[in-house]
Each structure stands twice: as C-alpha cells, then as structure tokens.
C-alpha cells in the first residue's frame, strides 16, 4: 500500500478542534434543553440528544477521516495500461552539494559519479540525455539530447561552484528533470538521480508523483559510504563544525530507497564495483520489458473506496440529525 | 475537455434534491425541538432577516456545493488532452550565429544585425516541431550553446541570453563552423543541416571557413550561409558585457558578401543574402520550407485524473458548513 499524497495525511489533524467545537456545542446543547426543557421530559430529551449527538459525531467524523484518506491517493494493487513507446530519454540529476566532494568513494563522490555518467552514457549510444545539476537550487546544465559530445563537455564543467545557492534541494532537482522531457517524445523515460543523500531537502510528493504518473521511473545511486569522510573545505582544508571538528558526511540511504521506491524504481551504490554496467542493464532492461510486453503497470488508485466511505458516513449524520426520534426530537 | 471516468455514479446527484427537501423543508424532520410561540391556531412568525440567516443561508449552499463537488469526484472527472508523439526523427539543424562586434551595425530593425538574427532564429524555432535544434555562437572564439534538442523552451531561454562579444573581438566564422560540423557528426538523423549567420568578417581562429564548410559537407551536413548587413558605413554600438561600457562608432567594411559566398562554394552549400529584416526573414522561411522531412506521429489520448482536486474542494466546503453551523451559529446538533 502506497501514499501518493503523504502530506494531506496531515488534514487528521482537522478532528482535534472539529472534535473541540463538537463537545462545546454538545455541553450547551445540553444546558439550553434543560433550561427550555419544562414542557417535555428532560431526561428523555436529553437521553435522545446525547444519543443522536454521538451517532452524527462520529459519522461527521468518519467523514472528514474517509475523506482526508480519499484526497491522500492511497494506492494498492497494480493494473496493466498499454505502453506504445520505443527508445529511451534519461535526465540524470546529479548533487553537487560541498559534501559530494567527500572522499569516501575514490577519488571523490562527485567525480566518480561523473565518471559513471560517462561511462553509461557511451554504453548507451542511442539514448537521449539531459543533465541537471542540484544543490539549493536546480539548473538545467545540457537539455535532452543525443549529442554524446556535448555530454563530455559539460561533465568536466560539473562542480559545486555552478549554483549558489547552498542546501540540498532534491525536490528542485526531480522538477527540473521532469520538464527536461520534451513533449511530444515517443521514447520511455528514466531519471537517475546520483545524490549522498544528506540533508536533502524540499518536498517529493508531487515529483514523485508526476514520475509514478508519466511511468518515468528514478533509478538512484547512493553516492557514499555510511562510515562518511570529512568534506573538504574551498582551501584543501577540512570544513570544521563550531566544535572545531571536522565535519563528516555520511551517505543517507533512506530518503534515497523512498525516492527509488515510490517512482517504482531502484537504488544502487555508487561503490558497488560494477556499477556501471548494473545502471546499464537496469535502464536498457526496463526499456526491453515494456517495448515487449506492451504495457506497463500502474498503481492502482483505490480513492474511490474511501470516497464512498465518506459519503455514507455523511448520509448517516445527515440521516441522525434529520430523522425525529420518538416523535420528540 | 473533461470526461468522467465512471459517469453512470453521476445519478447519484438525482438524490440530492429529496435530501436537501428531508433536511431543511420536511415538516417532520428532527434534531428541533418545537413549541408554539403564538395562541393555538393562530399563524407562526417568520423571524426577521438578519446577517446572521444570511450566514446560516449561504452554510447550507456550500454544504450542499460540497456534496455534489463530492459526488463528481466519485464519478472520477479527468482532464483530457491529445498529445503528439512523434515516430520518426526530424532534421537536426545547427544554427550558428555570429556575436562578433560587428553585429552591433545599427542598420537593421529594431536595433542592431545581431537582435534582427536573434529575432528570426526564435520565429524560425518557434514554427518547428521534432527537429533537434542546437545553437553555437561565435565572436574571436566558438562555443557550443546548446546540443541539438526538441527542447526548444531551453533553446530559446539560451538565444536570449546571448551578447555581443561575449565570445570575444573577432569573427571565428570556421571555428563556428567547426563546432557545429562536430555535434553533428554523430547524428542519424535523415538531415542535417547547418545554418551560419553572420557578416562574414573572418578575421580570428585556427580554421578557415572554407576548410570548415567542406568538412561539414563531407558529414553529410548541409550548409546554409545567411548574409547579413551590407557594405555602406553603418553606425554601430555595442555593450561590453564584462565592463558595461557602450563602446560606439561607425564601420564601413562590415560585410563581406563575397568571403561569405565562397564559404558556401567551398562546402557546396547555398548562400543567402539578407540586406534587411524582411530579406533575413525570406532567407529564413526558404530555409524552413526546404528542411522538412516526412514525419509520421501518433496522437495519444492523455488523461489527467483531477478527482483529488474535487475532494478537497468538497471536503474544505463542508468544513466551511461545520464551522459556520457550529462555531458561529452555535447550532447544537
């Protein structure tokens, strides 16, 4: 089961002051029957109002829960839909964060990482590519091309002084790679994204999304190791923290798995010796299997289960309010 | 367009009149208690309108909003677009285009050779589909600006950020060639074509022009030379753009139609010559109309679902209900 819209979970939040005004108006309701209360049986009255209080709440209440899961997008299952597409367009988005220059993978995290873009790039002659470069901000460095020169030139121009902007911006990175695709492309697409994962920041879902939507799959290498290394400083030095310590950097392998895992792709280490022929096979694999099986899965949206569930749960508060009970109230 | 993924759900909607009338007018209905306020048999009152009724009034519109907002989403709206896939590969085309101080030639609208060439180039983009464009400016040195590719917006945010001698003092006309001849030679593409755009001083750079566009040929490439400027004594003004300074003046040699005329001999290519902007825009759309290729595409239907979208509205309606209901009618039930 999948969460395609993680932060509208948040909206649960909404039952604690809907349950609040709730309770007040139950407790003046309660005192107003009493005080009107001289011609009727109070305590029938109010035994039937306490009764058809707690019925609609908590129906209301399932509503707005029903209702909040319905907006979130909960997927399970998968269902087939056709894939008519033939070669293959890759945006590879690449951190070049200060902490990329790490050296726990030789000679440093983002060198090596460039060098496996080379290398899969040559092994891929027919594919389109575009390169985006990320850090606080995301930048488009060569649009979507077949020109694997223009490829080599600019991966020696690749380094942490292209964007300003400090941070780790991953949701920049996923966007701009998204509108990297040209319209109108008949090739299956796939983004790489090579990152260390640390402090990455920015939110993913709507990328993540759109990835999962247009079948555009996010193959992730981890660049680093989780023992880390000292990132170096603009002078060869080590960049030190406000202790005077050297600041380590440590490979975060979650947040990357969940990239990999809701764009329905893979994840990989960028130490792993044969890398470049696994990202290879993974990208030329993935292209194989669609173009012969003609179709790809798709999650499978169940909103419409969460939906109705909500409206029943409305029609049953409506329903309590509405019907007079007893003849009374 | 908009369509409904399950439109038969959208009878649901017939239910909501008979709800509406067993909510607000059945005469039965609950959660009230009712007492006389007048002398037995005697008529009821009408409470006065208040702000406050106008409130209540415009509650039940947006709970009810809300439920048919909710009802469509059921029904699973989803926008509908065609979207062109194209099956074949169309001509890859280089524009090279000159950024040399003599560009900056004030005899062409609106302001100088170079803004008039940059201005055809956009509206020669703008009408192509599926043909991988690239760009490569020049000045005393050459430098790709952009890699052959469909995605134009990216083409087009590059054309205008091009300057004037920001490649330097000097027409490099071969070495532009050059690099444009060298992101080419990979290419499958059908056709392949060049297109330089220039005033055809060559005066800097290790390759000449000539040697340039016969190489160009032998990759199979097509070479079009657009001239562009003429020979009188022209004013001219350009901004260097690392000091900002406005360097003016006036130059009598240039253009040289002649240097450019043997370039496209030499590479066996055509040679065009634009003395104004509807000259340059002529040369332009015979340019367009002669690089085509047949190209098959396919139209797909894409949809969107946009039922997300309904249910939050739905829902954030009938929130609104609650709260005026509830928080500032003080209704109790």
């Known amino acids: 089961m ?96 200060r902490s990329m220059l790490a050296a726990d993978v030789q000679p440093s995290r983002l060198v090596r990482s460039l060098a496996v873009v080379r290398a899969v790039s040559r092994q891929l002659p027919t594919a389109r590519m575009a390169l985006i470069a990320f850090k606080g901000d995301a930048i488009t460095l060569m649009p979507m091309t077949g020109d694997t020169n223009a ?160 409206m029943i749960a409305l029609l049953i508060s409506i329903g309590v309010r509405g019907i007079r009970w007893r003849d009374m109230f | 367009m908009w369509v409904f993924e399950r439109p038969a759900l959208l009878l649901l909607l017939l239910l909501i009149p008979a709800l509406v009338y067993l909510r607000h007018f059945w005469p039965k209905r609950g959660g009230t208690l009712t007492f006389p306020f007048g002398v037995w048999g005697g008529r009821g009152f009408t409470p006065p309108p208040t702000a406050m009724s106008a409130l209540i009034l415009a509650s039940v519109v947006l709970f009810w909003a809300g439920v048919v907002i909710l009802v469509l989403a059921l029904a699973g709206p989803q926008r509908v677009t065609r979207e062109r896939s194209f099956l074949t590969r169309g001509v890859d085309i280089m524009i090279v285009l000159d950024q040399s101080p003599t560009m900056g030639a004030r005899d062409f609208q609106p ?56 490649m330097g003092d000097g027409t490099a006309i071969g070495m532009g060639l050059a690099v444009a001849a060298l992101h080419l030679q990979n290419s499958d593409a059908p056709r392949k074509a060049i297109v330089l755009l220039t005033d055809g001083i060559n005066n800097a750079g290790e390759i000449q022009p000539g040697v340039a566009a016969r190489a160009a040929r032998s990759l199979g490439i097509e070479v079009y030379v657009v001239g562009i400027g003429s020979g009188e004594e022209v004013e001219i003004e350009v901004t260097d753009p690392e000091t900002g300074r406005v360097l003016r003046g006036s130059v009598r040699d240039g253009f040289d139609g002649d240097a450019l005329r043997e370039i496209a001999a030499e590479g066996d290519g ?63 039930l």
């Open chain 1, 151 to 310: 490829l080599e030139i600019v991966l020696d121009g690749v380094g942490p002084a292209l964007i300003s902007a400090p941070g780790t911006n991953i949701e920049a990175g996923l966007t701009e790679a998204l509108r990297s695709f040209p319209e109108g492309t008949f090739a299956h697409g796939a983004v790489v994204v090579l990152s260390d994962g640390e402090a990455l920041s920015g939110q993913i879902d709507d990328p993540l999304s759109e990835l999962r939507r247009r079948g555009i799959p996010a193959v992730v290498v981890v660049a680093g190791t989780s023992e880390g290394a000292p990132v170096p400083g603009p002078d060869e030095t080590v960049l030190i923290d406000e202790d005077g310590r050297p600041v380590v950097s440590r490979a975060d392998t979650a947040y990357l798995a969940e990239i990999a895992s809701r764009s329905d792709g893979s994840l990989f280490r960028l130490d792993t010796p044969d890398i470049v022929s696994r990202l290879v096979d993974e990208l030329s694999g993935f292209v194989r299997v669609r173009e012969q099986e003609g179709f790809r899965l798709v999650p499978h949206r169940r909103y419409r289960l969460f939906l109705s569930a909500a």
């Open chain 2, 270 to 332: 055509r040679y065009y010559y634009a003395g104004s902007n509807t000259a340059l825009q002529a040369v332009f759309d015979t340019i367009d109309t002669v690089e085509r290729v047949e190209q098959r595409s396919l139209l797909r239907v894409v949809r969107d679902p946009m039922d997300q979208l309904f249910v939050l509205v739905g829902l954030v309606l009938i929130l609104f209900d609650f709260l005026i209901r509830r928080w500032i009618a003080r209704e109790v």
């Open chain 2, 111 to 166: 302001e100088n050779r170079f803004e008039a060439a940059r201005e055809v180039v956009r509206r020669f983009v703008e009408l192509r589909q599926n043909d991988p464009i690239g760009l490569v400016g020049f000045g005393a040195e050459a430098s790709l600006r952009v890699p052959p590719t469909v995605d134009y917006d990216y083409l087009l945010a590059v054309l205008d950020e091009m300057r004037i001698l920001e």
């Open chain 1, 2 to 97: 999948t969460v395609e819209s993680p932060r509208l979970l948040l909206g649960l939040v909404l039952l604690a002051p809907v349950a609040a005004i709730q309770f007040r108006a139950f407790v003046k309701g309660r005192t107003e029957i009493l005080t009107l209360g001289v011609q009727w049986p109070a305590d029938q009255v109010i035994r039937l109002y306490t009764v058809k209080w707690f019925f609609s709440t908590v129906a209301f209440n399932l509503f707005l829960v029903f209702a909040v899961l319905a907006a979130a997008n909960i997927t399970w299952g998968e269902i087939p839909v056709e894939e008519d597409r033939a070669g293959l367009d890759v945006a590879v988005v690449v951190d070049v964060s």
